[in-house]
């Protein structure tokens, strides 16, 4: 009866023979990568012939050097100052709505236009063309609209802000409208009873004048039959 195996000998590769598997690995990576391969070294080219790469070989050669200008550029009070800029435009594009600044970025282009054809007609300048234009309904709307635009621009909107408030004037106005609210609900709340209270007496006068009103219409009958 065999043995039982009790050790096993791994096979060794010499130096030579390593060298040459990773070759081989290397190789299959290639081919099974041929695609990629060939658009990356399309994209070198053009990096190449724009200049990019020896710009790039430049900066990382002087990288001190560079460095050094960045933190002094960036040090100035005015580049902070557009880098801050910067953010805050980030933020305020970030609350336009896209969806209803679309028509009216549309209607803009259109006036524009009319504007253009307006400058190429002649004798457009009178009283009479004025007044035919208050008349015209897109006139009306076009005033309309501009009418709800300035009502918009009055609205307050201190709550909403975030860029140009101070975080502790922004804490106190929410403190502030908090205090503001609750008033509100109290004083509408306490408010209630009493005008349930006049809606009732309201109703009583009005079912008193009703049955007055009955009783005198049944003594007339009563009397007219008399």
Not at 9 to 36: C, G, P, W
Not at 38 to 63: C, K, N, V, W, Y
Not at 158 to 179: F, G, L, M
């Amino acid at each position: 009866m065999a043995k039982a195996t009790t050790t096993i000998r791994r096979k060794t590769y010499s130096e030579e023979e390593l060298k040459e598997k990773e070759l081989q690995e290397i190789q299959q990576l290639l081919v099974n990568h041929k695609d990629a391969i060939h658009e990356t070294f399309e994209i070198i080219q053009h990096m190449q012939d724009r200049r990019i790469l020896p710009m790039l070989t430049a900066l990382f050669s002087e990288g001190d050097k560079v460095l050094n200008v960045l933190v002094k550029t960036v040090d100035n009070p005015e580049t902070a100052r557009a880098l801050k800029n910067m953010l805050l435009m980030g933020g305020v594009l970030g609350t336009l709505n896209v969806d209803q600044l679309e028509p009216i970025v549309l209607k803009i282009n259109q006036g524009i236009a009319r504007m253009a054809e307006f400058e190429k007609i002649e004798n457009q300048s009178s009283y009479v063309s004025l007044v035919k234009a208050v008349k015209d309904p897109e006139f009306r709307v076009a005033l309309n609209l501009t009418v709800a635009f300035l009502k918009g621009l009055g609205e307050d909107q201190d709550a909403k802000e975030r860029t140009t408030q101070q975080p502790e004037d922004r804490a106190h106005y929410t403190a502030d409208q908090k205090v503001t609210t609750a008033y509100n609900a109290e004083k509408e709340a306490s408010q209630r009873p009493m005008q349930q209270r006049s809606d009732n007496h309201a109703g009583w006068k009005w079912l008193a004048a009703a049955g007055g009103i009955s009783l005198l219409t049944v003594a007339l009958t009563m009397g007219s039959k008399k």
